[in-house]
């Protein structure tokens, strides 16, 4: 295999993970519930997903690995995010509480 076609299989598995972690307004839903068991840092059901895509692009252990540890950051980038909105929504909170506990 070329490089350019296998380029093209990494971009592709990637994208479709990509696609399918994608984060939005369900991420807002769920800033409260508790996160669900991890496998090496990854949600179960995204490890599941890494190795659905493993077997639908035929990766080879390299590939997987590259596609794994691109998901790892990706998986990571999500969460920060997901912590900051929670450390601003709860500000807001704070102050609106604080405004309405002037006015009463």
């Known amino acids: 295999m070329d490089v350019q076609m296998k380029k093209s299989i990494l971009w592709d598995a990637f994208e479709e993970l990509r696609s399918s972690w994608s984060v939005d307004e369900r991420l807002l839903e769920k800033l409260d519930k508790a996160e669900e068991e991890t496998v090496d840092g990854l949600p179960a059901s995204r490890a599941e997903?890494?190795?659905?895509?493993?077997d639908?692009?035929?990766l080879d252990d390299i590939d997987f690995l590259?596609?794994?540890?691109?998901?790892?950051g990706y998986y990571q980038g999500?969460?920060?995010v997901k912590e900051v909105l929670k450390r601003k929504i709860n500000t807001v909170n704070e102050f609106v509480?604080?405004?309405?506990?002037?006015k009463v």
């Open 56 to 58: 639908k692009y035929q």
């Open 66 to 72: 590259f596609i794994v540890g691109a998901a790892v």
């Open 78 to 80: 999500q969460k920060n």
């Open 49 to 54: 997903k890494l190795l659905e895509i493993k």
């Open 97 to 102: 509480s604080s405004l309405l506990e002037k």
